[in-house]
């Protein structure tokens, strides 16, 4: 069996009739997604990163790699999201590890090792 997450990564063409994606956090919970953009306003990665850790929701992420490229990216730190393919990878990393787990009762458990970035 494979689980995936394809639905929302499929591959998409922007050959110069449409406008680009705007930067976004997509920040995925048990029971909503949530979508940080702003359409107005032209916020970048780190401001929408910014607005998602100031959720409460965030005080219930799972603490894995998808929680600290967003809290990388919130502090301007090296190494956060700075693309559409990398905000991709960390929503997908989330809700994963969320679908996962979901049939846990309460707060699913991080994982047993400690994740080290490689860059």
């Known amino acids: 069996m494979y689980y995936g997450d394809?639905?929302?990564t499929k591959p998409r063409r922007y050959d110069g009739g449409g406008n680009?994606?705007?930067p976004q956090i997509d920040f995925p919970t048990r029971g909503t997604w949530i979508i940080s953009r702003?359409?107005?306003n032209q916020w970048d990665f780190q401001q929408a990163a910014?607005?998602?850790t100031r959720?409460?929701?965030w005080?219930?992420?799972p603490q894995?790699?998808?929680k600290g490229m967003i809290e990388k990216t919130a502090l301007n730190l090296p190494n956060g999201i700075s693309t559409g393919p990398q905000s991709i990878a960390t929503r997908v990393n989330i809700h994963l590890y969320i679908q996962n787990n979901f049939g846990l009762a309460g707060q699913a458990p991080p994982p047993t090792t400690e994740w080290i970035?490689?860059?």
């Open 6 to 8: 394809w639905a929302s």
């Open 20 to 22: 680009r994606p705007l």
């Open 38 to 40: 702003s359409k107005e």
């Open 50 to 52: 910014e607005r998602i």
């Open 55 to 57: 959720l409460p929701e």
């Open 59 to 61: 005080d219930n992420r």
């Open 64 to 66: 894995i790699w998808g």
């Open 117 to 119: 970035d490689p860059i």
